[in-house]
């Protein structure tokens, strides 16, 4: 992907949202962020945009369609679990076009959000609230990163996250854009800056399913490709709990699309489903601090909380 542009799959999974949220019976989360920023240019114009264009049809006959919904849901419920236990700070890695601290549930309004992305997909979203007047909530803290270049854990040394309290964080729909290599370094990130009580789910695609040449998500493939935003990699569900103890995480969940369905889709009439191949997974830091499995990140770590605080 190009790092200068902004990212058009996150408009596109804010879209779905919303169209899911209108159109979908009962809907699985309340999100209308993607229309508010990216269709309705003059107040009420959305719609007419919408017919126009067929978009309504188009997003929800998309065969990730199903996916963007279920992770999101499957985040949330396990973030307002979290918040329970008393985490208080959310860390969104690929934040995209994510509206959670806009729309900021009730049982959130103590949390610090912490949104990591390309800095060109932050300022794009940044337009698109000053064009509205919509101001920048408060306990919301943009961290601009190219994940391929710079790690998660030093990224978030220039926020105000401290790395002595719990933390939230969901990793959705972003794997797929990132090498294997980028992906444990993120993973391993993750561990190293996540106090005990932190949390992390993740979406992934079944690599198998990337690799096959008929997979039924063959063509979107070849067509995010073409329009710059390639899927790079996926990982293999039955190694996925070695691969996280690698990065000192352990599983805690790892869902697959019958999983899902099961779990949200039952006796819905509306045909929504996850995509083949689509996974979402739970885990949490393996190590204590300290562990002399990480020595080095843990020093970081020291060094990070000492000038964060
Ligand atoms: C498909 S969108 C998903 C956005 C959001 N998480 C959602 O579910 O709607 C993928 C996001 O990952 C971000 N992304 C991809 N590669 C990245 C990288 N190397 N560093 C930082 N962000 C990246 C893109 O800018 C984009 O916002």
Redesign the pocket.
């Known amino acids: 992907?190009d790092?200068g542009r902004?990212?058009w799959?996150?408009i596109?999974?804010?879209l779905?949202?919303a169209v899911h949220t209108r159109l979908d019976d009962p809907p699985l989360i309340e999100d209308t962020w993607g229309e508010r920023l990216f269709l309705d240019e003059q107040p009420g114009t959305a719609s007419a945009r919408r017919d126009a264009e067929g978009l309504d049809a188009r997003l929800r006959a998309h065969p990730s369609y199903g996916t963007?919904i279920l992770?999101?849901r499957y985040a949330e419920d396990a973030l307002a679990e979290a918040v329970r236990r008393g985490v208080r700070q959310y860390v969104?890695?690929?934040?995209?076009?994510?509206s959670f601290a806009l729309r900021r549930p009730a049982f959130a309004h103590e949390v610090d959000v912490f949104e990591?992305?390309?800095p060109?997909?932050q300022e794009l979203k940044l337009e698109r609230l000053a064009e509205r007047g919509i101001p920048l909530p408060s306990r919301l803290h943009l961290v601009p990163?190219?994940?391929?270049?710079i790690s998660l854990d030093a990224a978030l040394a220039g926020a105000p996250f401290s790395g002595e309290r719990p933390a939230f964080f969901?990793?959705?729909?972003?794997t797929?854009?990132?090498t294997r290599d980028?992906n444990m370094k993120t993973l391993a990130a993750i561990a190293s800056c996540a106090a005990p009580g932190s949390e992390l789910v993740f979406?992934y695609l079944d690599q198998r399913v990337l690799d096959a040449e008929h997979s039924p998500l063959h063509e979107t493939r070849a067509r995010v490709a073409a329009a710059g935003?390639p899927w790079v990699s996926g990982f293999h569900p039955g190694w996925l709990g070695e691969h996280l103890r690698e990065a000192g995480l352990a599983l805690l969940e790892n869902l697959g699309p019958e999983e899902l369905a099961a779990r949200y889709c039952a006796g819905r009439a509306d045909g929504l489903t996850p995509s083949h191949g689509a996974h979402v997974a739970r885990a949490r830091p393996e190590l204590q601090r300290g562990s002399p499995r990480f020595p080095h990140r843990a020093s970081q770590r020291s060094q990070h909380v000492s000038t964060v605080q």
């Open positions: 992907m790092p902004a990212s799959t996150a596109g999974t804010a779905m949202r963007v992770r999101a969104i890695v690929g934040a995209g076009m994510d990591v992305d390309y060109a997909t990163a190219d994940l391929g270049e969901s990793w959705l729909g972003v797929t854009y990132l980028a979406s935003e």
